[in-house]
């Protein structure tokens, strides 16, 4: 099976703008999560989707949102962007339903805001 | 609110050494305990999946054990190479569908 992909590898912006980031779970995978790294915060949860419904949000501000679609990808939107969201932003996918089976993680997009 | 802490967050060995990198979480209700690693620029793999009713899990070199009374988990691998050269994380696993991470061990063996 394809691992989880993620599109693009790597974004560059400016401040304002808005990016949209892909990923592409584990064929047969219904769950999606998605988590930014960073350097000093190291990896924290954004949201995670389950069959198209958002089942849980992590403590990010509102301009961070996402979906999924019917097929399970998901994307995730940054708007007004700021140089605080320049992070590795990794989405990671799991088989079941429940949080009792291992995650899957893709290689990541690498957004660099200036 | 769930924390999770791995120290050292940085260890140097000698290839061949047998080495244990540590976590700890301070809230015991979990599901499970997940060991991670990560190569530069790269995503997490994951190695180890030990669930809140099993102690230990086992693969190849390495062994992830969990104590939920403690609120302890260790990652043992055996005869260190190059290659183990990474950044390893643990994260706890609870109800709420995500995962809490350490910051990581960066563990480096030397040839």
């Known amino acids: 099976k394809a691992g989880v992909t993620q599109t693009p590898r790597y974004l560059i912006k400016t401040r304002g703008q808005q990016v949209t980031l892909s990923c592409s779970p584990i064929?047969?995978?219904?769950?999606v999560s998605w988590y930014q790294q960073t350097p000093g915060q190291g990896l924290q949860f954004l949201f995670e989707y389950f069959s198209e419904t958002q089942r849980n949000k992590g403590n990010f501000p509102g301009r961070f949102s996402g979906r999924q679609f019917s097929n399970s990808r998901s994307e995730m939107n940054v708007s007004t962007l700021e140089l605080g969201d320049s992070a590795l932003y990794l989405c990671?996918?799991?088989?079941?339903?429940?949080?009792?089976?291992?995650?899957?993680f893709g290689n990541g997009t690498r957004l660099t805001v200036t | 609110k769930q924390e999770v802490t791995q120290i050292p967050a940085a260890l140097s060995v000698p290839e061949g050494e047998n080495l244990v990198l540590n976590c700890s979480f301070t809230?015991?209700?979990?599901?499970?305990l997940q060991w991670f690693r990560q190569d530069p620029g790269k995503g997490l793999t994951s190695l180890l999946l030990i669930q809140s009713s099993q102690r230990e899990q086992t693969s190849g070199r390495l062994n992830a054990s969990l104590d939920k009374s403690s609120g302890r988990s260790t990652l043992y691998i055996a005869a260190s190479q190059p290659g183990d050269s990474a950044t390893y994380l643990c994260?706890?696993?609870?109800?709420?569908?995500?995962?809490?991470f350490g910051k990581g061990t960066k563990l480096s063996v030397i040839p």
């Open positions: 809230d015991s209700a979990i599901y499970n």
């Open positions: 064929s047969g995978h219904r769950s």
């Open positions: 990671a996918s799991r088989e079941g339903d429940r949080n009792n089976s291992p995650l899957h």
């Open positions: 994260a706890a696993g609870a109800g709420s569908y995500q995962l809490t």
